[in-house]
T-cell receptor, first 113, second 117 residues
Framework: DTEVTQTPKHLVMGMTNKKSLKCEQH?????MYWYKQKAKKPPELMFV???????INESVPSRFSPECPNSSLLNLHLHALQPEDSALYLC????????????FGPGTRLTVL | GNSVTQMEGPVTLSEEAFLTINCTYT??????LFWYVQYPGEGLQLLLK?????DKGSNKGFEATYRKETTSFHLEKGSVQVSDSAVYFC????????????????FGQGTRLTINP
């Protein structure tokens, strides 16, 4: 099984809402990633978890709050977002070791009104 | 810093045409190189990869060779199909980054490919 799943597939939220994105993998990968992708652009790295600990925060605003409850699950909590945060949010995972393949989920298409 | 440059798109070809998408990189050391493909409405899928100089990655008729002397990793396919229409990203893995073994991918800007029947 080389699948990374993400829910929901689509999300529309207002600027005062609180919502969460969920990502799950069962490949035994110990590194998990959140990316943001705007239209016609490559993915931009947001956060990296390694052994369930936050390793990297690429200067992401605090209205995005990641959480890694266990080695298979990664959440992204959203609060007080802005319309410019509308994008495709991708989750990915890897085994540890930089030559390995990064497996991506299908993404959550987020629209902030 | 490390960077990846891809040929600008969009690229439009007829079915069965030969495809080349150019990719060059700048890196310190010996990065791993990847081609990812993104079909409409989907996430990224690994198409092929190469981890050292002169390695050739191949998958689904696509090929790319890791050329250290020209710092290139051009994607080729001999005969494209309508189903190959997608956005293609060249990427490198920054070996210096190794935060507890995690991987940082540096992406090119992407090349949108459209194949007409």
């Amino acid at each position: 099984d080389t699948e990374v799943t993400q829910t929901p597939k689509h999300l529309v939220m207002g600027m005062t809402n609180k919502k969460s994105l969920k990502c799950e993998q069962h490949m035994g990968h110990r590194a998990m990633y959140w990316y943001k992708q705007k239209a016609k652009k490559p993915p931009e790295l947001m956060f990296v978890y390694s052994y369930e600990k936050l390793s990297i925060n690429e200067s992401v605003p605090s209205r995005f709050s990641p959480e890694c409850p266990n080695s298979s699950l990664l959440n992204l909590h959203l609060h007080a977002l802005q319309p410019e945060d509308s994008a495709l949010y991708l989750c990915a995972s890897t085994k540890l070791g930089s030559t390995d393949t990064q497996y991506f989920g299908p993404g959550t298409r987020l629209t902030v009104l | 810093g490390n960077s990846v440059t891809q040929m600008e798109g969009p690229v439009t070809l007829s079915e069965e045409a030969f495809l080349t998408i150019n990719c060059t990189y700048t890196a310190t050391g010996y990065p791993s190189l990847f081609w990812y493909v993104q079909y409409p409405g989907e996430g990224l899928q690994l198409l092929l990869k190469a981890t050292k100089a002169d390695d050739k990655g191949s998958n689904k008729g696509f090929e790319a060779t890791y050329r250290k002397e020209t710092t290139s990793f051009h994607l080729e396919k001999g005969s494209v199909q309508v189903s190959d229409s997608a956005v293609y990203f060249c990427a490198l893995s920054d070996h210096r980054w190794g935060i507890q073994g995690a991987q940082k991918l540096v992406f090119g800007q992407g090349t949108r490919l459209t194949i007409n029947p």
